[in-house]
């Protein structure tokens, strides 16, 4: 836009030089033309004294004449005035306007140099991306895979143990391996362990270990807990730490739970 305004005002100041050019040109023929009508209405009137008379309308007639070529001359080095200040003008705003361009192409090199340092960084961050999509890609088929091998292994135990335990007479109560199914009732104020609406009916007995975790989340982390209060329909269970240490795992009323029995493993109880 800057570069069609900088043609525009060339072609104006171009123009407005050849206008002032021919208005000087045409100046100097009028001021010859008027010059010669002086000189020959002069060297006229000399020779020709004794036709003074017969030549007396053509005297008025040039003097009308130059009467009327003096306004035209006037108004020409008026318009030529003119023309000049409109070109010095012209002529400034021309400088100002190259200075400004000046200026701006210098504020433009940093912005332009940093445009080009964050296209180079954008592409380095992109193919950084596409080589962690690829590892994340293999990490997920690995991870993958270690889950259908978990799978079948967890259902080959399952299995096997539902087999052997039809082998062999269960007491009453919740054998070693057995998985129970709880909802917790409400958890304690201290914090300590959570009550459940199970208890001696359901196979549970004081002093019971069990390794448990969250029915809603697929990969919980297992914590210990153990019995330590237990009727027919009632029994507290008290925490005994994740295997990460955490001695306050958080669960909550109606909160779905698996227990499953287990011996003592030198836990926290």
Known sequence: MNADKFASLDSEITDAQNGFNEKKIKLEIDKNESSNLINGLYRERG????????TQENTLKMQEDFEILKPKKEDLERKISKKEKELAELTKKLKQVQENLVTVRDEVIPFQERSQSLKSELTALKTELSEKKAQASSKQGDLDALTATRRVVSNAYVNRRDALLEEVKKPAHTYYGDELEVVVTSRAPSGKGFF?????LAGLREGMIFLTRKANEGNSDYFFTKA???QDK????EFGGYFSGNLNPQVHSDEKLFLIRTGDSNTSF
């Open 47 to 54: 020779v020709l004294r004794q036709k003074n008379e017969l």
């Open 196 to 200: 459940l609406s199970e208890g001696y």
């Open 228 to 230: 330590t209060l237990v």
């Open 234 to 237: 009632l029994s507290f269970i």
